[in-house]
């Protein structure tokens, strides 16, 4: 096996065997919602739970003929077309699971709301 392989091989094994940051502390555990964001999937795989995700303002996001960017951290984030839920938004709030990659955010999974 060649040593790029080997070498990206671990690294995805590190990357799916790590811990995630997550922010659930059990306030959503009664949720309605609960098993429903539990679900949510993008390209990118499983999206976590409402206490993961962070609502985003309506100025913070922009959609372009379905594409989108969204501010995180002051920085302009571009999202990735896998990283879209298509399922239709129950919440009605814009939402974003973020990831930081050499200390800039990028978008895991995002689900457009409605503009106002």
Excluded at 21 to 29: S, T
Excluded at 75 to 95: D, F, H, L, S, Y
Aim: negative net charge; hydrophobic residues 35%.
């Amino acid at each position: 096996m060649h040593a790029i392989t080997r070498a990206a091989l671990l690294l995805g094994t590190m990357w799916l065997t790590s811990p995630t940051l997550a922010r659930d502390d059990g306030r959503y555990a009664n949720s309605p919602l609960k098993p429903w964001f539990e679900s949510l999937h993008s390209g990118y795989g499983q999206c976590c739970s409402d206490a993961d995700g962070y609502v985003v303002a309506d100025p913070d996001w922009e959609s372009d003929h379905g594409h989108y960017r969204v501010l995180i951290d002051n920085e302009w984030v571009v999202v990735p077309n896998e990283a879209v839920i298509t399922e239709p938004n129950k919440v009605g709030r814009t939402m974003v699971w973020k990831h930081y990659i050499d200390g800039h955010p990028r978008v895991r999974c995002f689900m457009p709301g409605s503009m106002t």
